[in-house]
């Protein structure tokens, strides 16, 4: 059995995230949306809030599961008998980075592969942080996150 892990800060998830999952959801027996708790990252919406945002929005999802995890990657992927790690590519400007950490994480255990997966067009452009701006500055992200995620946002900067 192929179980795949994506893993993330979703902070919060957007509908860039669910093509990834939605496509990754066909291809692998079981896809693990594992979220990490990145402090250093100081996410607008806690660990909890953003696992369950995640579980919300892709319920109608049979073999995904969400989970938050604070260790190291490689360790988690293991602990949950993954063996291919899932990452998402927008543009080329992605690229780099993705590159160096599939790189780091294949020294790390060269038995977990990473692979890539790329969204439809029109979710090329969007990135949880933009989201995160525009509801900050009252914008309308409807376009761009599931409506349970659009009410956190707006409960997030005080509109509820
Ligand atoms: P991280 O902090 O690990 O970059 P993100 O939640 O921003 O966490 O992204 C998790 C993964 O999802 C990354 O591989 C990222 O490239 C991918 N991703 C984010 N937004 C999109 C999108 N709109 N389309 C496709 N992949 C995306």
Redesign the pocket.
Known sequence: MNTVI??????PI?N??T??VERAAVLFDKVIVAI?A?PG?RPGFDLAQRVALAKTVLGHLSNVEVCGFSSLLIEFARKCGANIIL????AVS?FEY?FQLAGMNRCLDADIETVFL??SME??Y???SLVREIAALHGDVSAFVHPEVASALSALNGQQ
């Open positions: 994506y893993p993330g800060t979703f902070d957007t860039g995230h093509d990834i990490a990145s990252k990452r998402g590519l927008r992605d993705e790329t969204p979710n090329t969007l990135s949880s």
